[in-house]
Nanobody, 119 residues
Framework: QVQLIESGGGLVQAGGSLRLSCAAS????????MAWFRQAPGKERELVAS???????YYVDSVQGRFTISRDNAKNTVYLQMNSLKPEDTAVYYC?????????????WGQGTQVTVSS
């Protein structure tokens, strides 16, 4: 049974930073590509960043240069370091295993972690 437990969200001022963590279980973590998605109120869930099983990162244009995705296979954990946050980054952030690189997820989601960026 897949479990995804996100943490690290919070309220931050524009320009600030947050580091999200996601503890994943239920699959052999090191063999899978992972990703962070987000969903803002009234909008569809969208990809933020992906990391391959080999550690290669992929970023959507809106976060390129500000966010960094990483993974620790020994801890079955994926991270998202978010710098220079903007109000438009406000959303619930979710991690997931990827079914296909770089942005096709399995339909499995945790509870997410809320990120709120004030202006």
């Amino acid at each position: 049974q897949v479990q995804l437990i996100e943490s690290g969200g919070g309220l931050v001022q524009a320009g600030g930073s947050l580091r999200l963590s996601c503890a994943a279980s239920g699959r052999t973590f090191s063999r899978f590509h992972m990703a962070w998605f987000r969903q803002a109120p009234g909008k569809e869930r969208e990809l933020v960043a992906s990391i391959s099983s080999g550690g290669t990162g992929y970023y959507v244009d809106s976060v390129q240069g500000r966010f960094t995705i990483s993974r620790d296979n020994a801890k079955n954990t994926v991270y998202l370091q978010m710098n220079s946050l903007k109000p438009e980054d406000t959303a619930v952030y979710y991690c997931t295993f990827l079914r296909a690189w770089p942005q096709t997820p399995y339909d499995e989601w945790g509870q997410g972690t809320q990120v709120t960026v004030s202006s």
